[in-house]
């Protein structure tokens, strides 16, 4: 099972909106609502973003947002903040036997 | 407050063994599956394997079957991964995760701990 691509950087201006792609195949991605996103900065654990595509948890920002179509799910981060410079991960559910499949990872700077 | 911490990393000669522990607190330890994800120096998360809640169903991937055993203790709260015939490339921080479901992304990380392979 391959690694979920994504861009290796991406970069915003403080209140722009950037969106992260996340590409995968029909037996992940594709194939189940069970997509996540996460927030890493350095030396520290993940952060869970958004959770079975779309869904955010308690306590994380509406500004970051995630959708669906095909292969492929992304991740918005809008009114961008000097502190959303982080690396950031998506992870989907890829079945019985892979069980999870990462994103490559995606470093964001805000300029 | 839900709470993992891991321990057990270190250095470790090719071919040595090592066994992580992971102490959960602050939710109901058995009622979750519990995950490792690993990350190489500089590199991106990779997952390693998962544990159902009463650890009878068990799941890793290609490169860690048949070395590393995923097992739990929910009388203690505590989830273990036993790492035997280690190699270079198991250099990484190991994170403890915890999921819903098995069939499910994780949802709460540890800090990680260490693990370095080298002669």
């Known amino acids: 099972q391959s690694a979920l691509t994504q861009p290796a950087s991406v970069s915003g201006s403080p209140g722009q909106s950037i969106t992260i792609s996340c590409t995968g195949t029909?037996?992940?991605?594709?194939?189940?609502?069970?997509v996540s996103w996460y927030q890493q900065h350095p030396g520290k654990a993940p952060k869970l973003l958004i959770f079975e595509v779309s869904k955010r948890p308690s306590g994380v920002s509406y500004r970051f947002s995630g959708t669906k179509s095909g292969n492929t799910a992304s991740l918005t981060i809008s009114g961008l903040q000097t502190d959303d410079g982080a690396d950031y991960y998506c992870c989907s559910y890829a079945g019985s036997t892979t069980l999870l499949v990462f994103g490559t990872g995606t470093k964001v700077t805000v300029l | 407050e839900v709470q993992l911490l891991e321990s057990g990393g270190g250095l470790v000669q090719p071919g040595g063994s090592l066994r992580l522990s992971c102490a959960a607190s602050g939710f109901t330890f058995s009622t979750y599956a519990m995950t490792w994800v690993r990350q190489a120096p500089g590199r991106g998360l990779e997952w390693v394997s998962t544990l159902s809640r009463n650890g009878g169903s068990s799941y890793s991937t290609d490169s860690v079957k048949g070395r590393f055993t995923i097992s739990r203790d929910n009388s203690k709260n505590t989830l273990f991964l036993q790492m035997d015939s280690l190699r270079v490339e198991d250099t990484a921080v190991y994170y403890c995760a915890r999921s819903d479901v098995v069939a499910s992304t994780p949802n709460y990380w540890g800090r990680g701990t260490l693990v370095t392979v080298s002669s």
């Open positions: 029909s037996s992940d991605v594709g194939n189940y609502n069970l």
